[in-house]
């Protein structure tokens, strides 16, 4: 399964232009599944992602579309966890990894930094991926992009898509 990462659009927020470098990747990748992690900040950029693939989303703290603050989302034998972070005090691995064990999930995808990152770690005897995709259209201190996430069997791998 191929699904696209992405995080902190801020469309109709800090700009009123879809991100189309991101829409023009989208389609030429034909993912299975969209996965936002927040401050999407429009309607209309929803609905252009759920025209390319089925989408979800998580609220983040510029939102204001009536979006859950965290997702699960199963593909297969991978098991997803989805939010933004800005619950957070700090977004350290050992809090994000705490929070991944909390909710049982294999990876913990989240946003608000608008910077990649990407990381595993061992705790408790568990295993779990952290993945910030960044953000296509305002990065701090990164390049623009987004991540692709490739599950299938027990394998599971991330690939980021920078603009530039």
Known sequence: MLLAVTSDTHHGDKTSNLPSLLLKELEKRKPDLILHA????????????????????????????????????????????????????????QFLTLKALDMGVDVLIFGHTHRFYHEAYSLHGERVTLLNPGSPTFPRMDRPGFALLKTGGNTMGVERITFW
């Open 38 to 93: 927040g401050d999407v900040t429009s309607a209309e950029l929803l609905e252009r992602l759920e025209s390319i693939a089925p989408t979800i989303a998580v609220k983040g703290n510029a939102d204001h579309l009536g979006l859950p603050e965290e997702e699960m989302v199963d593909t297969g034998n991978v098991r997803i966890g989805l939010l933004h972070g800005h619950q957070f005090f700090s977004l350290n691995a």
